[in-house]
């Protein structure tokens, strides 16, 4: 148990024991003032909307006054509302990638809550990020050192946790874009993009394979089902040897299958060698955003991949098909999988009623009763009574006059201002009123059964809103207002209540830019009602009818104003060269990319010599650019040496 002393705050001669009870009265009663004058101020601050400070005023009154109900109420309703004030503007900094108001924003919501989890959550989320910056930093200094492999390796794992980091995804674009061309530039890859002019007529298969081997210095190995004689013809100029091989494939109903850098396997391109040759690979896809049973749809729908496998729990897809295929599949994951935009409509629903009623006049006696009294002081009358009616035996009954002279004057301001946080073409509907029960009667004739069913009606404000958010920032928004009130209730002859309700209802589709207001108005509802008690005759004068008869003018006005305002918190991307369109083969062998065939333009060859030309037209003709070898066999002519920079050779094929 704490004990305090109050010798400190009282001079000496004030110590005396008699007077140190009233002394901490006067201190207690001193405090209680304090805190009510915070109180107060603290109210004035929140009208203003200085809540911050006012929470900051609260918390001296209560320290001024701990017991006191009314502060801490307040003070409680205050801090509420105040952390969740900077919880949002927090949230919204970061959506906004405000890192250091998110921050500043983060630690005001810890200090005045200090067990706020959603805090503490936001600070750990910000020191991820900025270790998730750090990595993004280190992938860009690893692409310039050109160790794409760890830069890629860095990037995915900060995708993993944030899937919309642009810098991330453009850098990882650029890496891919880098291995691929690493890939490309490879020692084979290089060997295939040798420039290569090649013209052959009614040559045999296995020569050609032969011929375009030599050029690109692979081993080409036939499968036995490969119809190694069949003939063939080909024409290529300034192309390459990756393109000349292609087409052999293409024109022959043919595949390959790379064992080694150097080493190709050719065989027939049917379902059975598919199966024996094609190597096949297993890609997983966790989806973030995109509905995983959509997605393995449109996989097969275009990649025309049969093992697809969807994980519907885990939002997850599995599937199994040729590298080519899931590198297709790969891009188009990544198309779909971009979170749904989002918007926050700002709206402020106002219904202005405006009432006037003026009442002014004289209310006269409208009727006069004459009634015969008893003479003898009885309740009845006898004939003898009304044989001698006279002034003194005859009540007369006359309303009171009344003067009038009031008006009533009233304005009535209804404020709704909500926020709604809505999903791109979903549905969010606020109702703010009543549920009114409505009681129906049932009743069976012939059993004499009655029972009783309530339903409730919803009356107030009911507001509809479905957004639609295009690419360039605008929000198309379908919206449906409906303001309903009673008017009367009656009561039928089975006791049944029942309601008048009067309802306005809008329906508009409207397209704004972000954080465009607009404001509808003109839902109107004007009454006017006048009504007059007049004296017949004296009441139509000019000016003096006023002194005989009431005159009453109501008049009710109401106007529904509302206001909505979209603000984006988060739209689609446009996705970019590589992902908006791309090379997807044949329908037969889908392909990730195109062939090159365009060579740099190789010097001409010289004229062939006497001998070559009298050679035979079936022989297949070789010209080849200066990265080519000479192609040592067949060869039936003497081969004729060209300048520097290309040669050619004709040689004649043989069964």
Not at 38 to 58: C, F, P, V, Y
Not at 434 to 460: C, E, I, Q, R, W
Not at 618 to 638: F, L, Q
Request: glycine fraction near 6%.
């Amino acid at each position: 148990m704490m004990a305090y002393s109050i010798s400190p705050f009282f001079p000496p001669r004030l110590r005396k024991p008699g007077t140190t009870v009233p002394m901490l009265l006067l201190a207690v009663a001193l405090a209680g003032c304090a805190a009510q004058a915070n109180l107060r101020e603290a109210r004035s601050l929140m009208a203003t909307g200085q809540d911050d400070a006012a929470l900051d005023k609260l918390q001296l009154a209560l320290q001024g006054d701990p017991n006191d109900a009314e502060i801490r109420s307040a003070w409680r309703v205050a801090r509420a509302n105040v952390l969740a004030n900077h919880l949002d503007r927090a949230r919204r900094a970061l959506a906004g990638n405000d890192r250091v108001e998110a921050e500043r924003h983060y630690r005001r919501a810890l200090a005045i809550d200090p067990d706020s989890a959603t805090a503490r959550e936001g600070l750990k989320r910000l020191n991820r990020l900025g270790q998730l910056d750090q990595m993004v930093r280190k992938a860009e200094a690893q692409v310039e050192a050109r160790d794409y492999e760890s830069a890629r390796r860095l990037l995915l794992d900060v995708l993993g946790e944030t899937p919309d980091d642009e810098a991330a995804q453009d850098l990882l674009r650029s890496v891919d874009k880098q291995l691929a061309a690493q890939e490309t530039e490879g020692r084979a890859a290089r060997a295939l993009r040798r420039p290569l002019g090649i013209e052959l007529q009614n040559a045999s298969l296995r020569q050609a394979f032969d011929i375009v081997g030599r050029a690109g210095e692979l081993n080409i190995l036939l499968d036995k089902d490969v119809k190694a004689e069949q003939r063939v013809s080909l024409m290529l100029k300034d192309s390459s040897v990756e393109a000349a091989l292609q087409y052999l494939l293409m024109t022959n109903q043919l595949e390959q299958q790379r064992l080694d850098a150097r080493t190709l396997l050719v065989f027939p391109n049917n379902s059975g060698k598919l199966h024996d040759y094609q190597q096949l690979a297993v890609k997983t896809f966790v989806l973030n955003n995109a509905n995983a049973k959509a997605v393995a749809e449109m996989i097969k729908s275009i990649v025309k991949s049969r093992d697809v496998v969807v994980d519907e729990k885990r939002n997850m897809i599995i599937m199994r098909d040729h590298a080519e295929a899931v590198r297709l599949a790969e891009r188009l994951v990544a198309l779909q999988d971009m979170a749904e935009p989002e918007v926050m409509l700002d709206v402020e629903v106002l219904e202005v009623s405006r009432d006037r009623l003026t009442e002014l006049g004289v209310t006269w006696p409208q009727q006069m009763s004459l009634t015969p009294l008893s003479s003898s002081g009885g309740s009845s009358l006898t004939l003898s009574d009304l044989h001698h009616l006279k002034a003194g035996t005859i009540g007369i009954g006359v309303n009171p006059v009344t003067i009038n002279a009031r008006t009533v004057d009233g304005d009535a301001n209804l404020l709704a201002n909500p926020r709604i946080r809505v999903v791109n073409h979903e549905k969010a509907k606020i109702v703010i009123g009543n549920k009114v029960p409505t009681v129906t009667v049932n009743t069976v004739p012939n059993a004499g059964l009655v029972s009783d069913s309530v339903s409730y009606l919803d009356v107030g404000l009911k507001l509809e809103v479905e957004p639609n958010v295009f690419v360039d920032n605008d929000v198309e928004i379908k919206m449906n207002l409906e303001v309903s009130n009673i008017i009367s209730s009656q009561t039928t002859k089975n006791g049944t209540l029942t309601y008048t309700i009067g309802t306005r209802q809008a329906n508009t589709v409207l397209r704004l830019k972000d954080g465009e207001n607009q404001v509808l108005a003109g839902l109107i509802n004007d009454q006017d009602q006048r009504s007059a008690n007049k004296v017949p005759g004296l009441g139509e004068l000019p000016i003096a009818g006023r002194l005989f008869g009431d005159a009453q003018h109501d008049r009710s006005k109401t106007e529904i104003v509302l206001s909505i305002t979209p603000h984006l918190i988060r739209n689609l991307r446009r996705p970019g060269g590589e992902l908006a369109e791309f090379n997807s083969g044949t329908e037969a062998s889908p392909r990730g990319r195109a062939v090159a065939v365009i060579a740099p333009p190789q010097p001409p060859a010289p004229a062939a010599s006497a001998a070559s030309a009298a050679a035979s037209d079936s022989a297949p003709t070789v010209i080849s650019g200066p990265a080519s070898p000479p192609v040592p066999a067949p060869v039936v002519a003497p081969v004729a040496t060209a300048a520097p920079g290309a040669q050619s050779s004709r040689a004649e094929g043989e069964e």
